[in-house]
């Protein structure tokens, strides 16, 4: 069960985090990764999708209106707006759950946001950026294309964030302001500074719950109090510092996901490519012996899950991850985190998030192995784009190589490059397709002969 526990921010002066051992398969980084569920991660799987099922409950809608018609109504628009949004997510509830490894929940698609519909969308007529949006598009774009755009369909280079953290980057942001010589660039500059300080706060209140949890001895079934050290020992360095080790990097890229997400709620909007940016702390890590794939196996599988429970109510949406793919100089990236990050989502047999991976010519045999694994075993909306084919078309469109070299997907077949900027392409991936048309090909010709 859960708790939630809500507490006032505070400071905690950073310390060392100890090493995490991981348990099961050594820390090879070759081989085939096939590795299952453990059972902590199917009893964590089994009471989150229950929780999702039940009466989640956000409050942002209510306390985003109430910051901003009544705390901050006489502030100028811009900072109405960035202090009533961190001030929703500084309020949003902090849950504790039994056996986890990652902190942060928040329920994007909730049952009950604590106000009708109708009555959040009037309060919001004149300011709602999808009106204006949906306006502003049937008059300069609905005529040439015909309709159906929406809001979202974006990527962003979170990776920046984990190189610096989020006081790296609000320091970034102070340098700016000061050279800023117009008024809407110091808006601009001042607005991202509350947003990225009410993520800090959130990030704070997380702290005090578990400190909470810690002292009081309140420890469920599955708990322990190293676990909640373990944490509290997590979430003291990210987001506030870049991660030092692959468990710190998970817990940061998942936070600011959700923080991201929470600003920006429109579906295809995705972190993309997830394991390129996270491998490299991973890779340190086996090297050094300070993790296992298993450990990193369930690091990713508990990521997932959180996925999903945020967006269980929101089936049609999506959030794409493309695991696989290559490097600006034309070699392959895949990795052992792009096999992690596929199995995972053929193990956990869930919808959020959507896995689309990219392949090229160059990719191991192993890989595109799972690929036809994944399509004819997978329950996730499975999407492979061939990377021969999809960076030239890119690039064709005017984006630059190692931009293109990023690029993500939004829900449907539209690419994100690194530059927002949409652009047409052809995705495909004869090899794997193939396999599965023989590979099913020889399970009916096996099925007619032993009839």
């Given amino acids: ?73 006489d502030a100028p628009f811009w900072e109405r707006y960035a202090r009533s949004m961190a001030f929703a997510l500084e309020n949003e509830p902090v849950y504790l759950f039994d056996d986890q490894r990652l902190v942060g929940t928040l329920y994007q698609t909730p049952r009950n946001w604590g106000q009708a519909e109708e009555a959040h969308a009037k309060e919001w007529e004149g ?9 502003r598009q049937a008059e300069m774009i609905d005529p040439f294309v015909g309709g159906g755009g929406a809001p ?53 209140r997380l702290i005090e719950a578990l400190e909470a949890l810690e002292a009081e001895a309140k420890l469920a079934s599955g708990t322990n109090k190293a676990q909640i050290e373990e944490l509290i020992e997590v979430c003291t360095q990210v987001p506030r510092k870049p991660p030092r080790n692959f468990r710190e990097a998970v817990q940061f890229f998942h936070f600011q996901h959700l923080a991201m997400m929470f600003e920006n709620p429109f579906g295809g909007n995705g972190p993309g490519r997830v394991d390129y940016f996270l491998w490299p702390y991973l890779e340190k890590d086996l090297e050094q012996g300070d993790i296992t794939l298993d450990f990193a196996k369930e690091l990713i599988d508990e990521l997932w899950i959180r996925f999903h429970e945020r967006l269980q109510n929101g089936d049609g949406w999506v959030e794409a991850v493309v695991p696989g793919g290559i490097h600006p100089d034309g ?19 869930q919808t959020h998030p959507v896995v689309y991976p990219r392949v090229c010519k160059d990719c191991p045999a192993d890989f595109i192995d799972l690929m036809v694994k994944y399509l004819l075993e997978g329950e996730n909306r499975a999407q492979i784009y061939n990377d021969d ?9 005017g984006v630059e190589r190692e931009d293109a070299a990023i690029h993500n997907r939004g829900g449907l077949h539209g ?11 052809r995705s495909g991936v004869p090899r794997p397709l193939n396999c599965v048309a023989n590979r099913s090909g020889r399970r009916n010709r096996a099925s007619r002969t032993s009839s």
């Avoid at 008024?183 to 001042?190: D, G, T, V």
């Avoid at 792009?338 to 199995?343: K, N, P």
């Avoid at 994100?416 to 392409?425: G, I």
Wanted: charged content about 25%.
């Fill in 1 to 73: 069960m859960a708790s939630t526990i809500s507490v006032a921010p505070t400071q905690i002066e950073p310390r060392t985090i100890p090493i995490i051992e991981g348990k099961g398969r050594s820390a090879n980084k070759q081989g085939n990764y096939a590795f299952g569920l453990s059972e902590r991660i199917v009893q964590f799987r089994d009471a989150s999708r229950e929780r999702g099922a039940g009466e989640t409950f956000s409050p942002r809608r209510i306390n985003q209106t109430n910051a901003f018609s009544e705390l901050y109504a």
């Fill in 127 to 135: 300011y709602d950026v999808g009106n204006q949006t949906r306006m």
């Fill in 331 to 349: 070699s392959c990236a895949v990795n052992p985190l792009s096999h992690i990050m596929v199995e995972s989502i053929i193990d956990l047999n």
């Fill in 415 to 425: 690419d994100q490059s690194t530059r927002d900027e949409l652009r047409p392409e």
């Fill in 152 to 204: 979202g369909h974006i990527g962003w280079r979170w990776d920046w964030l984990l190189q610096k953290g989020i006081e790296g980057h609000i320091e970034d942001l102070q340098r700016r302001l000061l050279q800023a010589t117009n008024e809407e660039s110091k808006q601009l500059y001042e607005g991202a500074i509350i947003l990225w300080e009410g993520v800090l706060n959130w990030n704070d």
């Fill in 389 to 397: 084919v999809c960076l030239p078309a890119i690039m064709n469109g």
